[in-house]
């Protein structure tokens, strides 16, 4: 996610071309109006550079996308050129390894989930990764890099990411990008699902762990060492238990899944949701008790950053309502600043593969690695990063 920036010393047509290709990259899709709007470029330039990119086979006719615009003519939306070529996305959680296949136009192509124990070794999940990309990039696909994801609070981290770098690095021989993978969960939404129409987020995953992502003028922001958005790891009692982190009392110890599983007697999400729906005593308060740590952490974050928009993600969200109603109540109550009117707290909307569509996302934000298509034509982008 590190921010990057394109090659200097090109000329203005060059650089224009690389802002609509950056633009589609990242967007998927847009119409020639979105395009000036989002690059600042006149509708005559855009017209000119994006004949060109057509000409040249970098960007084409997006037919698959329907856009709702009443009555008359709806307008064509342009993309980057599949061309077969894919994105991988990867997701080592906890307890479950997570792949998912995307085109340069954002389609899903495939994907493939595989639940394990805690302690399964890291060669084993890694040989689950290898097994599933091998299944799902058959040729004539062609492979443009890796982004995955592992957990922000691990032993050993450094080297476990490290390992996967190597690993999938030295199997496929493409660029391997390695992220904390809530981290990565909350740039798929901001990107795809409930956040992407919120330029300031917080985002908040409440997994088996428990982190998050904070997006501040439509950036994801990630501080000095690469660490901002750790919600799990904030101190909430300095008397409290022992969390993984070393710590004492830290959000996690209170609200990660198994710790809320575990006070509220369910085996299972689905076996605490069904309680709630019984109107459980200990099912409510232990839902209600875990809404109210997660609201006053959020309330805290929303007052600093005066950031009104929250997403909810993880396991522990799908729980719904009840949880949420106890977020919102904490966040209103604590929060300062006008903010609160304007609160939207939303639940996830990707599922279980957001980790891994955001390793996906990931690379299509990378500017560093090179997504279009090889073009025949020499008149396009002589000078264009996207060649490889
Ligand atoms: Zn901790």
């Not at 957990?151 to 904390?180: F, H, M």
């Not at 987020?201 to 690469?226: A, K, Q």
Request: charged residues 20%; contains cysteine; hydrophobic residues 40%.
């Amino acid at each position: 996610m590190a921010k990057t920036t394109l090659r200097s010393q090109r000329s203005p047509r060059a650089q224009h071309e690389a802002q609509v290709l950056d633009l589609l990259r990242v967007q998927g899709s847009a119409s020639r109006a979105q395009i000036a709007a989002g690059t600042g470029l006149s509708r005559a330039t855009i017209s000119a550079i994006t004949a060109n990119l057509r000409r040249s086979g970098l960007i084409v006719r997006s037919d698959a996308v329907v856009e709702t615009s009443g009555v008359g003519r709806t307008p064509e939306r342009l993309t980057l050129n599949p061309g077969s070529r894919v994105i991988v996305g990867v997701e080592f959680s906890h307890t479950r390894v997570t792949v998912v296949v995307c085109d340069v136009t954002h389609r899903v192509l495939g994907s493939r989930v595989r639940e394990h124990n805690h302690d399964e070794p890291w060669e084993r999940r890694l040989a689950t990764a290898i097994g599933f990309i091998d299944a799902l990039v058959v040729t004539p696909l062609t492979l443009i890099a890796i982004g995955s994801g592992v957990p922000g609070a691990i032993s050993e981290r450094p080297r476990v990411v490290e390992r996967v770098e190597r690993c999938l690095g030295d199997r496929y021989r493409v660029p391997v990008r390695v992220e904390n993978n809530a981290r990565l969960a909350g740039l798929a939404e901001f990107s795809w699902g409930a956040g992407r129409d919120m330029p300031d987020l917080v985002y908040l995953r409440l997994s088996e762990g428990v982190g998050g992502l904070l997006i501040v003028d439509d950036e994801p922001r990630l501080g000095n060492t690469g660490s901002a958005g750790e919600f799990g790891h904030v101190c909430v009692d300095p008397n409290g238990p022992v969390c993984r982190c070393a710590n004492r009392g830290c959000l996690e110890a209170y609200v990660g899944l198994g710790a809320v599983l575990a006070r509220a007697g369910a085996a299972s999400v689905g076996d605490l949701t069904e309680a709630l729906d019984r109107a459980e005593p200990r099912a409510l308060a232990v839902t209600t008790d875990a809404g109210a740590r997660i609201g006053l952490v959020l309330a805290n974050t929303c007052s600093i950053l005066d950031i009104s928009s929250v997403v909810l993600g993880g396991a522990l969200a799908q729980v719904g309502d009840r949880l949420v109603r106890a977020v919102r109540q904490m966040v209103v109550r604590h929060a300062h600043g006008g903010g609160t009117e304007r609160l939207q707290i939303r639940t996830a909307e990707l599922g279980n593969l957001d980790g891994a569509l955001g390793g996906v996302a990931l690379v299509l934000r990378d500017r560093s690695i090179p997504v279009g298509r090889r073009s025949t034509s020499r008149s396009a982008h002589d000078e264009n990063v996207l060649t490889a």
